[in-house]
């Protein structure tokens, strides 16, 4: 049932054009509410598909089939629901299973495996230093947690991903397993 009357009125006014009603949602403060940001956990092909998008158009782009298989290992099988109801939803996503095919899926896409043929690793550091923020190791981990969650979730968070990427001879390295620990993060398995 819906329980915005903004949006109860807007469709009753417009006939029920659902681009009208669309707009409504969009323009909510509920839309972008504490509460509702990060709330739910996304299946694995729409994690998956959103973890590549968070870099934005890759070259080469990642395999379709290689993000299917992936998203079977982590127990959504295209094309073969569990039953006509469709896959369950919400918490059923974050088994150890599913979690740890969502970290191994973020190397592999971070290494470039995904690609089809298999590419170059992504440049993470080209993408903070042409955003500006590849002035240190730590403004790398910001601009990776940013880029990846939309901010950070607590103070100390960049030292956290700084800490999880560990020691590494260059920049590039680091900045790659930076992007790799926060799409594994807790965090970043929200939607």
Known sequence: ?????????????SELHVGKAVETVLRSERFFADATVRARVPGPVEWAVSAARRFGPLEPPPSP?????WAARMGQSLYYPPNVGGWPGGRTWLSPLALLGRANLAADLVSGRTAAPAGAPLDVLGLA?????????????????DLILGGSPNAGWAESVRAA????????TFARRAAIAVLASPEAQLG
Request: aromatic share 2%; no cysteine.
């Open 165 to 172: 990427a560990g020691e590494t001879p260059d920049d590039a």
């Open 65 to 69: 089939v290689k993000l299917g298989r």
């Open 1 to 13: 049932h819906l329980q915005n009357p903004a949006l109860v009125k807007q469709l009753r006014t």
């Open 129 to 145: 230093r042409r955003h500006g923020r590849a002035g240190s190791r730590e403004e790398v981990a910001g601009f990776v947690t």
